[in-house]
């Protein structure tokens, strides 16, 4: 028999159940999501083919090269003519990339097994948000750096990603920090010494408070913008790609020293003077650990897992598991899966768009959706991938997302889907895999005294049944 | 020449005088007939690149390559009044300055000092002294001082309510959309489904209310590219539904972007390009109402006095509004002006946040909107009084 709890493992822990899957979930609802907690991640094949860092990168730096030559060194229309060409090419191709990686990550989605693994890498993904919205980072790059960065590690341990977050090279970019150099570098200096290129020199914070605000401690977390200033030093020189004299790491990462700030610095009362890439491992380890950072994180999980105003019970039960693990994340997301308040009732959060249009795929069973039409739908409903507005990523909580207008276009949206359906895809078939369980009794007598297969279908699709988890 | 904050002050007619604690206005019950529009640039805008100070002899050394050039120059600033100047890309604004339908706020934010931008936009927008210190907006708490029955004086522009329109007073929303509508009898039987959930229901009520308040008023805007969210589409819709006799008066848009680390001057170029465009569709749009409009142009800090080791600027504190409109009298700089000299800085680094936006929003719900200042200050700003409102900056009819 279905249960509440089926649906709940399903929808809240998953990504909304494919067809006939709630009858194998009911079996043992918690079960089923700790068999997906495997410590080894494989990149899913969907996602296996798209191009990696190191290709992503060669054609950028390539293109860059090309375009920006004639501005940088004022070389005028010889210069800009080359941009225009390679330019143009290259965005368009660029272009093309990045929605056929975003559609290969939905896609992988919508078709999962694993969907708590899944939702995992979405929350991770959002919690290290990279977004292209300001067209800083380029084509499929965002995708990649998630396949890198976050998918390795989702029930890995926090500092690792952490570490592979802070040196890859599209949140290098995504947040300025491969140009950033200290003020007494060699290379703010000497402007011609290094690669030989002259450059604005000096120091960017953007990383360094993001990665305290957003990632680590939290806003409240007990730093200072003195403490900005100093982990921004910290990590000065990482970089990647080119020259830089200094050792490289994983995903085209590179320690660049000539950009490097000498000398020591403090961050939160802990001082750093190796002048190596080891201060700034040392620093994120050091953040990783921080009480303010198993405080953080435990809230967010919380607010994602059991409600939008987040239970102090359970944040405190998760942060306790955050740091007696040292960040260990499968013991943080089995301890999720135990919170007794995750599973009170099905019905404390909403689905964010994405979140909709994955459960609505997995529902139907009608094959892969068309690409483009599976774009402009994630458009239409305001939430693309890697498009967040802002570097905290999407909004986790009703409010931002139930407003009048979202609403309307998910019911619009649902509803020219309903008309566009094969007959294959039966009303009672698809209230039986997705929502019967926990059906109010209106919503049960209006999906019956539908006038059509297809209005049941948009009215099951647009109950708040289906769009809450 | 050296112009001495005292003359600039003077030349500018800058209103540094407070407004006196007046007996408040008779307090409005009925919907207003004035307009009011408050654009959220979310990021952070760069105040010293949108109108710069151009003749303070430390404008050049302290921005470097981030200064405007001397009016008359190439890409030099559009002169304000001899020491101020706008950004060539916001050339709409410079003709209302001198017609005195702008003024300016300069090296204002509101009483937060730290540098998050979720947490300033958040104090930005509830209205108290802190991050969180209330979920409802200060813009929704006056609509409630305004609201007559069941008419929607408040109106959002845009997929999402920003907090600062959210709380207990209904309001209309619009937002661009390319989606085909959904039949009204479908909507109401999915009304019925969503009879036991409050949340669904209030919003679908909203929803069905203000499709229904915005036909025939914003049919077709947005269609060809509804994923737009620029500002000159929500100008647009914004502009006509607030034209309308008995269409809403009190209006909020938001824009994001603003947040320029590095690369500043193209980005920005492109953002005040869009702002630009914006406020012009606006005043088209609103027509005659523009007389009784007042527009006021905001975001939640400002950004670090010296370039950033990127060609760019860095979190900071002291920002800038615009005000403008039929209603405002402008042609003037508002509130005090700190000078730029590492001397004056805030913490060495930021633009010295002397003025206070509370002031401001002050002025317009007491002077434009006719709104009692015992409740401003009780509900809609609690704890604001060090932040006294500005005299002479709204047209009396």
Redesign the interface.
């Known amino acids: 028999m279905v249960s509440k709890d089926a649906f709940i493992a399903a929808n809240r822990f998953g990504l909304g159940p494919l067809p006939l899957e709630l009858d194998v979930i009911a079996k043992n609802p918690r079960g089923w999501l700790k068999r997906q907690i495997t410590a080894e991640q494989k990149t899913p094949s969907l996602l296996q083919n798209l191009p990696n860092v190191a290709e992503i990168m060669s054609t950028y730096t390539r293109n860059r090269q090309m375009g920006n030559r004639g501005q940088n060194r004022g070389q005028g229309n010889r210069g800009g003519g080359n941009r225009q060409r390679g330019g143009n090419t290259f965005r368009q191709q660029q272009g093309q990339d990045y929605i056929d990686s975003v559609y290969s990550r939905t896609l992988n989605m919508i078709q999962t097994p694993a969907p708590f693994a899944e939702h995992m890498v979405k929350f991770w993904s959002n919690h290290f948000t990279v977004s292209n919205?300001?067209r800083?980072i380029v084509g499929p790059i965002a995708v990649a750096y998630e396949t890198d960065t976050i998918r390795p590690h989702i029930f890995g341990n926090f500092e690792d990603m952490l570490i592979a977050v802070a040196q890859h090279p599209t949140m290098l970019i995504y947040?300025?920090n491969h140009?950033?150099?200290g003020?007494k570098s060699q290379m703010?200096t000497n402007p011609r010494g290094g690669d030989g290129r002259a450059r604005?020199?000096?120091?960017?914070?953007?990383l360094a408070?993001e990665i305290l605000?957003l990632h680590t401690l939290g806003?409240n977390g007990g730093y200072t913008?003195t403490d900005?200033r100093e982990f921004a030093k910290i990590i000065t020189g990482w970089s990647f790609g080119g020259r830089g004299g200094g050792p490289e790491g994983p995903n085209g990462f590179r320690f660049k020293r000539w950009f490097h700030e000498p000398g020591p610095k403090t961050l939160l009362g802990q001082t750093y003077d190796s002048g190596t890439v080891n201060d700034g491992l040392d620093a994120l380890k050091m953040l990783a650990r921080h009480p303010s950072t198993a405080k953080f994180v435990a809230t967010k999980l919380v607010r994602h897992f059991v409600a939008d105003e987040p239970p102090a019970s359970a944040i405190k039960k998760i942060e306790g598991v955050f740091t007696e693990s040292t960040g260990n994340l499968a013991k943080v997301s089995e301890a999720l899966i135990d919170l007794e308040e995750a599973w009170q009732s099905p019905?404390d959060k909403?689905k964010t768009p994405y979140e909709l249009v994955l459960s609505t795929y997995r529902a139907l069973d009608t094959g892969k959706p068309d690409k483009k039409y599976l774009m402009?739908t994630l458009?239409?409903l305001?939430q693309t991938p890697f498009k967040a507005?802002?570097p905290?990523g999407w909004p986790d909580v009703?409010?931002?997302?139930?407003?009048?207008?979202?609403?309307?276009?998910r019911?619009?949206?649902m509803?020219?889907l309903a008309a566009k359906l094969p007959r294959s895809v039966k009303p009672e078939e698809l209230f039986a895999d997705t929502i019967e369980a926990v059906a109010?009794?209106?919503?049960k007598f209006?999906?019956k005294?539908?006038p059509s297969a297809e209005?049941a279908i948009?009215?099951i699709l647009?109950?708040?049944e289906f769009?809450r988890r | 020449m050296l112009i001495s904050r005292r003359d600039l002050l003077k030349t500018a007619g800058s209103a540094t005088v407070l407004a006196s604690a007046s007996p408040g206005l008779v307090f409005a019950a009925a919907p207003t007939n004035k307009r009011f529009v408050t654009i959220i640039l979310?990021?952070g805008m760069d105040a010293l690149t949108a109108v710069a100070p151009y003749a303070d002899p430390n404008y050049a050394r302290l921005r470097s390559?981030l200064s405007l050039g001397k009016p008359g120059e190439k890409n030099g600033a559009l002169d304000l009044n001899g020491h101020f100047g706008l950004d060539p890309n916001l050339s709409y604004l410079e003709p209302l300055y001198k017609k005195g339908e702008l003024a300016i706020l300069h090296a204002a934010t509101t009483n937060y000092r730290?540098?998050?931008?979720?947490?300033g936009q958040n104090v930005l927008e509830n209205g108290t002294p802190k991050?969180y210190g209330t979920d409802s907006g200060w813009l929704n708490r006056s609509l409630e001082l305004m609201t007559d029955g069941e008419r929607r004086v408040g109106l959002?522009v845009?997929?999402?309510?920003p907090l600062m329109m959210?709380g207990k007073t209904d309001v209309q929303?619009?937002?661009p959309?390319?989606?085909?509508?959904?039949?009204g009898d479908?909507?109401d039987?999915?009304m019925?489904?969503?009879?036991?959930?409050p949340?669904?229901e209030h919003?679908?009520k909203?929803?069905m209310k203000?499709?229904a308040l915005s036909a025939g008023v914003t049919d077709g805007i947005g269609k060809v590219n509804?994923?737009s969210t620029s500002l000159k589409i929500m100008a647009e819709a914004a502009g006509k539904l607030l034209a309308k006799t008995n269409g809403p008066r009190i209006a909020v848009i938001e824009s994001?972007?603003w947040?320029t680390?590095?690369g500043q001057h193209l980005?920005l170029r492109n953002k005040l390009k869009e702002l630009n465009i914006g406020l012009e569709a606006f005043q088209q749009h609103l027509g005659d109402t523009w007389r009784e409009t007042v527009i006021v142009v905001v975001s939640e800090f400002g950004r670090t006095v010296a370039?950033?080791?990127?060609?760019?600027t860095?979190?900071g504190t002291g920002g800038l509004g615009f005000i403008l409109g039929g209603a405002v009298k402008g042609g003037q700089f508002i509130g005090k002006w700190p000078g730029i000299a590492e001397q004056h800085q805030f913490?060495g680094r930021d633009l010295a946040p002397v003025n206070d936006y509370r002031s401001l929003f002050k002025t317009v719900l007491h002077e434009h909107l006719g709104l009692a200042e015992g409740k401003i200050e009780d509900a809609i700003f609690p704890d604001s009084r060090s932040a006294r409102m500005f005299s002479g900056l709204i047209r009396r009819a």
Do not use: C
């Open positions: 919205a300001s800083k947040l300025d140009i950033s150099m003020p703010a604005a020199r000096g120091l960017n914070e953007n408070r605000e806003v913008q900005v019905f909403t402009q458009g239409e305001q507005s802002s905290a009703a409010k931002e997302w139930l407003n009048p207008e979202t609403l309307m276009r019911i619009e949206w509803r020219a109010s009794k209106q919503t209006w999906v005294a539908a209005e948009a009215l647009a109950s708040p769009q | 979310r990021g390559f730290g540098r998050s931008h979720f947490d991050p959002s845009g997929h999402a309510v959210r929303t619009w937002a959309s390319a989606l085909p509508k959904a039949e479908f909507l039987r999915l019925r489904v969503y009879e036991g959930d949340v669904f919003a679908l909203q929803a203000s499709a509804a994923r994001g972007g947040d680390h590095a980005l370039a950033n080791g990127t060609r760019g860095d979190h913490q």
